[in-house]
């Protein structure tokens, strides 16, 4: 009987006994490939930091270490680098702060973001008075970005940072969170602090505030390079009480102090060699050293009155990233006991549309709260890659306060009107052109107090860009 022949391409056996053979063939490229994909290389690993000293420098304000400031008032900090770079992440600003004018009656708090609604606007100039970066109405901004942030953050990290270590101030303070939407919200049995010490004397507490909460420029993940933070100017300026402060009582006097500030810097200084590259390769050409920030531009319309309002932005953006726009109720500002940042009672019956040139977004108005909070969300990208917000669906809505005489105590008023423009959902710079022929738009009805003054807000954040030279710094918008 005649022996039937097998194919070795396709018995097994075969194709066993040729992949063994081939693994016994691989070349020394091929094993040094497979050695770097499986992590496999033991050899001595090399340096690769350019960087020769890292440290921590503090700098002082203008004004020096005595100075005090109150609402109103501005505060100046030039930052003197030299030619260190600046990690803008890590670097932050501490001053301590007091209340005045209290009484046991009055529990002064920074409620909400803590001490971040002490400052109202910030201004950004290079070292040739070239203004870089202005954010105005800065603390509404904070107000609900932060509080955008997850609660484990807030509590945590913030709280520590922003609260003067819990003397002064709680983020998302409110019990019974829990409650349905439009049912009693219970308000806290005591605030953390009277603002006064048991002898009578101001109590004073140490805050923390990184700077990127202080102008976006300092928002940024690269190293600041000298050419732009060697002798860079910091404006800021103290909100009002009112908008600072949110009491127990209504009381006329209650103010708050800010002093010893100081702005501490992580600081790196590279090897000469390293420093002198940059600046032959790229400071001295004509494309220079880029750096890269997404800022904030802001359109307001104060004293509105009615149920629809509509508000444009007429400024020239090469990239417009994303929008949204807040309404707050200014009346409330005249009371200490209300949060004067928080937003009206978001309807029901509440609707919006953005609108650039001839396109709508969305195409048809978004109604209710419900969309509007999904809205949000799909602003924030927590529908993409399921990330926990704080602002949760009440606070968002907003709630009436038991026995406060008002519905805006700090744990509500977080709603607002968003809008996205960036053009992918996975790049990062994919946003749309603003100029005269084709301006920002903002349309709203259905606003819920439409007898009292109103002021709406539109933020806008947009790329910035600064090409550093050795001798200069030049401004794309």
């Given at each position: 009987?005649?022996?039937?022949e097998t194919n070795p391409a396709t018995d097994p056996t075969k194709m066993d006994l040729a992949d063994a053979k081939a693994d016994e063939d691989l070349g020394r490229p091929d094993i040094t490939r497979l050695l770097t994909i499986n992590d496999m290389i033991y050899t001595k690993g090399a340096s690769v930091n350019p960087v020769v000293v890292r440290q921590q420098k503090e700098n002082v304000a203008d004004n020096g270490t005595g100075a005090t400031f109150g609402p109103g008032q501005r505060i100046y900090l030039t930052l003197q680098t030299g030619v260190d770079f600046i990690d803008p992440l890590n670097s932050y600003l501490a001053f301590d702060i007091a209340f005045s004018g209290g009484a046991d009656a009055t529990k002064a708090m920074l409620m909400g973001t803590g001490?971040?609604?002490?400052?109202?606007?910030?201004?950004?100039?290079?070292?040739?008075?070239?203004?870089?970066?202005?954010?105005?109405?800065?603390?509404?901004?904070?107000?609900?970005?932060?509080?955008?942030?997850?609660?484990?953050?807030?509590?945590?990290?913030?709280?520590?940072?922003?609260?003067?270590?819990?003397?002064?101030?709680?983020?998302?303070?409110?019990?019974?969170?829990?409650?349905?939407?439009?049912?009693?919200?219970?308000?806290?049995?005591?605030?953390?602090?009277?603002?006064?010490?048991?002898?009578?004397?101001?109590?004073?507490?140490?805050?923390?505030?990184?700077?990127?909460?202080?102008?976006?420029?300092?928002?940024?993940?690269?190293?600041?390079?000298?050419?732009?933070?060697?002798?860079?100017?910091?404006?800021?300026?103290?909100?009002?009480?009112?908008?600072?402060?949110?009491?127990?009582?209504?009381?006329?006097?209650?103010?708050?102090?800010?002093?010893?500030?100081?702005?501490?810097?992580?600081?790196?200084?590279?090897?000469?060699?390293?420093?002198?590259?940059?600046?032959?390769?790229?400071?001295?050409?004509?494309?220079?050293?880029?750096?890269?920030?997404?800022?904030?531009?802001?359109?307001?319309?104060?004293?509105?009155?009615?149920?629809?309002?509509?508000?444009?932005?007429?400024?020239?953006?090469?990239?417009?990233?994303?929008?949204?726009?807040?309404?707050?109720?200014?009346?409330?500002?005249?009371?200490?006991?209300?949060?004067?940042?928080?937003?009206?009672?978001?309807?029901?019956?509440?609707?919006?549309?953005?609108?650039?040139?001839?396109?709508?977004?969305?195409?048809?108005?978004?109604?209710?709260?419900?969309?509007?909070?999904?809205?949000?969300?799909?602003?924030?990208?927590?529908?993409?890659?399921?990330?926990?917000?704080?602002?949760?669906?009440?606070?968002?809505?907003?709630?009436?306060?038991?026995?406060?005489?008002?519905?805006?105590?700090?744990?509500?008023?977080?709603?607002?009107?968003?809008?996205?423009?960036?053009?992918?959902?996975?790049?990062?710079?994919?946003?749309?052109?603003?100029?005269?022929?084709?301006?920002?738009?903002?349309?709203?009805?259905?606003?819920?107090?439409?007898?009292?003054?109103?002021?709406?807000?539109?933020?806008?954040?947009?790329?910035?860009?600064?090409?550093?030279?050795?001798?200069?710094?030049?401004?794309?918008?």
């Amino acid at each position: 009987m005649a022996q039937r022949e097998t194919n070795p391409a396709t018995d097994p056996t075969k194709m066993d006994l040729a992949d063994a053979k081939a693994d016994e063939d691989l070349g020394r490229p091929d094993i040094t490939r497979l050695l770097t994909i499986n992590d496999m290389i033991y050899t001595k690993g090399a340096s690769v930091n350019p960087v020769v000293v890292r440290q921590q420098k503090e700098n002082v304000a203008d004004n020096g270490t005595g100075a005090t400031f109150g609402p109103g008032q501005r505060i100046y900090l030039t930052l003197q680098t030299g030619v260190d770079f600046i990690d803008p992440l890590n670097s932050y600003l501490a001053f301590d702060i007091a209340f005045s004018g209290g009484a046991d009656a009055t529990k002064a708090m920074l409620m909400g973001t803590g001490a971040l609604r002490l400052f109202s606007d910030s201004v950004v100039t290079a070292r040739s008075s070239q203004e870089l970066d202005r954010c105005e109405r800065m603390h509404v901004l904070n107000y609900h970005l932060v509080r955008g942030e997850s609660i484990e953050l807030q509590q945590n990290n913030y709280n520590g940072m922003f609260a003067a270590s819990g003397n002064f101030a709680t983020i998302n303070t409110c019990s019974a969170v829990a409650s349905p939407v439009g049912a009693t919200i219970a308000r806290p049995a005591a605030a953390p602090s009277d603002g006064t010490s048991p002898d009578g004397s101001p109590q004073i507490g140490t805050v923390c505030i990184p700077l990127k909460f202080l102008s976006p420029i300092f928002n940024s993940t690269k190293l600041m390079p000298p050419h732009l933070s060697r002798g860079l100017r910091l404006e800021l300026a103290c909100a009002t009480a009112i908008d600072a402060i949110v009491a127990g009582a209504d009381r006329t006097g209650t103010t708050y102090t800010i002093s010893g500030v100081r702005c501490l810097l992580d600081s790196y200084t590279v090897a000469d060699s390293v420093l002198s590259y940059l600046n032959a390769e790229w400071a001295s050409t004509p494309s220079g050293l880029v750096y890269e920030w997404k800022s904030w531009v802001t359109s307001p319309l104060d004293n509105q009155t009615g149920t629809t309002c509509n508000l444009d932005l007429r400024r020239s953006l090469s990239m417009a990233l994303d929008a949204f726009a807040c309404c707050r109720e200014t009346n409330a500002e005249a009371k200490l006991t209300n949060d004067s940042l928080a937003s009206e009672i978001l309807a029901n019956t509440s609707t919006s549309q953005w609108r650039i040139g001839s396109t709508y977004l969305p195409s048809q108005n978004c109604v209710g709260q419900a969309r509007h909070y999904a809205l949000m969300l799909y602003w924030m990208s927590r529908l993409r890659y399921d990330v926990p917000t704080g602002t949760n669906f009440q606070w968002f809505v907003g709630g009436a306060t038991a026995g406060a005489g008002n519905d805006r105590y700090p744990a509500f008023g977080l709603g607002k009107f968003c809008c996205v423009l960036n053009r992918s959902s996975i790049l990062d710079q994919a946003g749309q052109a603003l100029n005269n022929s084709s301006t920002l738009s903002f349309n709203a009805s259905g606003l819920t107090a439409p007898a009292v003054s109103q002021s709406i807000t539109m933020f806008c954040r947009h790329l910035r860009r600064a090409i550093c030279f050795v001798e200069n710094v030049v401004l794309e918008t």
